[in-house]
């Protein structure tokens, strides 16, 4: 059922008030949305909306979402817009579009290549791609081999990468044990050792040395050293010797968690 209404004997805000109080329950929708665009403006024009008060364009407001339909926040961009250019319509033309660098053949090509590599993170993505073209000539990667890792991850966030990938995790980080965080348990032989570094203070804005004491944990055999700075520069001469010092086969190194103590060639304990 249609219905066509006439609201010319609504002449004030009074009466838009008494309306809205009336059709508390009502909805009401126009036929077309030319139509209740043009419907609005002349709503706008007969009350004179933009020298009304802030409380009675309240009102207005409300009419015109009880009378159309739409929700606040499209009758509000149509209020600017009659306000910035005098009229309300549908936009002609079609909208300004940046050019596309990255076609749907890259992102292709970038799942092909996650589902070969097993999706590596992005730079290393990013260098089989350059690899690709620069090394082996394949100008299908001639984009793709410039592409940020940022809008790398995006395209693999597109909805026609994850149609074709078959892997979609995120990047695992490779983790190498360089040391085991773990309470020394001697069992009553000696060769666990525990080391300290106590830095002695700076005086005169001039840098202290650094005091290395090393205990082992059954005999409390102790040998302490120094130096000027806890690099393995000062610390790899210095641990060799004090080592060596021990007169029993040294099983473990706790350090409590001391980096300056921890590289690729320590059995931390």
């Given at each position: 059922?249609?219905?066509?209404?006439?609201?010319?004997?609504?002449k004030?805000?009074?009466?838009?008030?008494?309306?809205?109080?009336?059709?508390?329950?009502?909805?009401?929708?126009?036929?077309?949305?030319?139509?209740?665009?043009?419907?609005?403006?002349?709503?706008?024009?007969?009350?004179?909306?933009?020298?009304?008060?802030?409380?009675?364009?309240?009102v207005?407001?409300?009419?015109?979402?009880?009378?159309?339909?739409?929700?606040?926040a499209?009758?509000?961009?149509l209020?600017?817009?009659?306000?910035?250019?005098?009229?309300?319509?549908?936009?002609?033309?079609?909208?300004?579009?940046?050019?596309?660098?990255?076609?749907?053949?890259?992102?292709?090509?970038?799942?092909?290549?996650?589902?070969?590599?097993?999706?590596?993170?992005?730079?290393?993505?990013?260098?089989?791609?350059?690899?690709?073209?620069?090394?082996?000539?394949?100008?299908?990667?001639?984009?793709?081999?410039?592409?940020?890792?940022?809008?790398?991850?995006?395209?693999?966030?597109?909805?026609?990468?994850k149609?074709?990938?078959?892997?979609?995790?995120?990047?695992?980080?490779?983790?190498?044990?360089?040391?085991?965080?773990?309470?020394?348990?001697?069992?009553?032989?000696?060769?666990?050792?525990?080391?300290?570094?106590?830095?002695?203070?700076?005086?005169?804005?001039?840098?202290?040395?650094?005091?290395?004491?090393?205990?082992?944990?059954?005999?409390?055999?102790?040998?302490i050293?120094?130096?000027?700075?806890?690099?393995?520069?000062?610390?790899?001469?210095?641990?060799?010797?004090?080592?060596?010092?021990?007169?029993?086969?040294?099983?473990?190194?706790?350090?409590?968690?001391?980096?300056?103590?921890?590289?690729?060639?320590?059995?931390?304990?």
């Open positions: 059922m249609t219905i066509n209404m006439d609201d010319s004997n609504i004030d805000i009074s009466g838009i008030r008494k309306f809205l109080e009336g059709t508390s329950g009502l909805r009401l929708n126009g036929a077309a949305r030319e139509e209740k665009y043009s419907w609005i403006a002349t709503a706008m024009r007969r009350f004179a909306y933009f020298k009304l008060r802030k409380k009675d364009k309240s207005i407001k409300k009419y015109m979402l009880r009378m159309t339909g739409f929700c606040d499209h009758i509000g961009r209020i600017v817009e009659k306000r910035d250019h005098g009229k309300i319509g549908l936009r002609n033309g079609s909208r300004h579009c940046f050019a596309r660098t990255y076609t749907k053949a890259d992102i292709e090509r970038l799942a092909e290549t996650d589902n070969l590599h097993e999706r590596l993170s992005g730079p290393a993505t990013k260098k089989l791609f350059q690899r690709a073209y620069e090394v082996f000539g394949d100008v299908e990667f001639v984009r793709l081999k410039d592409i940020s890792v940022s809008h790398l991850y995006n395209m693999r966030s597109s909805k026609p990468y149609l074709r990938c078959l892997i979609i995790s995120k990047t695992r980080p490779v983790r190498v044990n360089i040391g085991i965080r773990r309470k020394p348990q001697p069992r009553g032989r000696p060769g666990y050792l525990r080391v300290d570094t106590v830095h002695q203070g700076d005086r005169d804005k001039a840098k202290g040395v650094y005091h290395i004491n090393i205990v082992d944990e059954v005999t409390q055999w102790e040998i050293g120094a130096v000027e700075g806890i690099s393995e520069q000062f610390l790899e001469p210095l641990l060799k010797i004090m080592l060596a010092l021990f007169p029993f086969e040294i099983y473990g190194f706790h350090s409590d968690n001391g980096s300056e103590y921890i590289n690729l060639g320590a059995n931390q304990d």
